[in-house]
């Protein structure tokens, strides 16, 4: 089991940057395949992005493919949310979430992922 804890969230302006990091308890962080999800009022808990294991593999949502960056330090047993360009549409609650299994696809909906944090906020004013 993985204990799991976001931050990094606040209120910026378009175009700003912001970095999420989610770090992970345990000494099996690297046994997880990690992603980010993010879920606007009233709305589904959508797909941002995945990382494998070792991080070698990453997977991006095509809303925000080019200007956020996922990665990991397994040593840290932290993953990272790099948010440039940011959009108003990118308001929303951002949250961590691992996957146990091994599968022979990456998994990109929620409903997937074992393992869950509480959330961080980001609002991006226009």
């Known amino acids: 089991q993985v204990q799991l804890v976001e931050s990094g969230g606040g209120l910026v302006q378009a175009g700003a940057s912001l970095r999420l990091s989610c770090a992970a308890s345990g000494r099996t962080f690297s046994s997880y395949i990690m992603g980010w999800f993010r879920q606007a009022p009233g709305k589904d808990r959508d797909f941002v992005a995945v990382?494998?294991?070792?991080?070698?593999?990453?997977y991006y949502a095509d809303s925000v493919k080019g200007r956020f960056t996922i990665s990991r330090d397994n040593a840290k047993t932290t993953v990272y949310l790099q948010m440039n360009s940011l959009k108003p549409e990118d308001t929303a609650v951002y949250y961590c979430?691992?996957?146990?299994?091994?599968?022979?696809?990456?998994?990109?909906?929620?409903?997937?992922?074992?393992?869950w944090g509480q959330g961080t906020q980001v609002t991006v004013s226009s």
């Open positions: 979430a691992a996957d146990s299994l091994f599968r022979t696809v990456i998994a990109t909906t929620a409903e997937a992922y074992q393992y």
């Open positions: 990382i494998t294991r070792n991080g070698g593999n990453t």
